[in-house]
C-alpha cells in the first residue's frame, strides 16, 4: 500500500507542475489558465488526502504493535 501511495503522490505532483505550464500571468482567471488552477488543486488535494491516507495507516499499524 505504501508504494501505491508513493505512486500516486508522484502523478499529482507531476499533474501540478504539468497544470503551472497552463498558467497565463496576465489572464489567470480565463480559458486554460482557470482550467490550470482547477488542476493544480485538485492535484494538491489528492495529496494531501493520500498523506493523511498513509499518516493514517502509520498511526494503525502502531498501535496494533503497541497491543
Known amino acids: 500500500m505504501k ?3 508513493s ?3 508522484v502523478i499529482a505532483i507531476a ?3 504539468f497544470n503551472i505550464t497552463l498558467l497565463d500571468f496576465k489572464n489567470l482567471f480565463e480559458g486554460d489558465s482557470l482550467v490550470g488552477l482547477i488542476g493544480i488543486v ?3 488535494c489528492a495529496v494531501c488526502i493520500l498523506l493523511i491516507f498513509r499518516m493514517s495507516k502509520l498511526i ?3 498501535s496494533k504493535n503497541h497491543r
Open 42 to 44: 485538485a492535484s494538491f
Open 7 to 9: 505512486i500516486l503522490v
Open 3 to 5: 508504494i501505491f501511495t
Open 15 to 17: 499533474l501540478i507542475i
Open 60 to 62: 494503525e499499524e502502531k
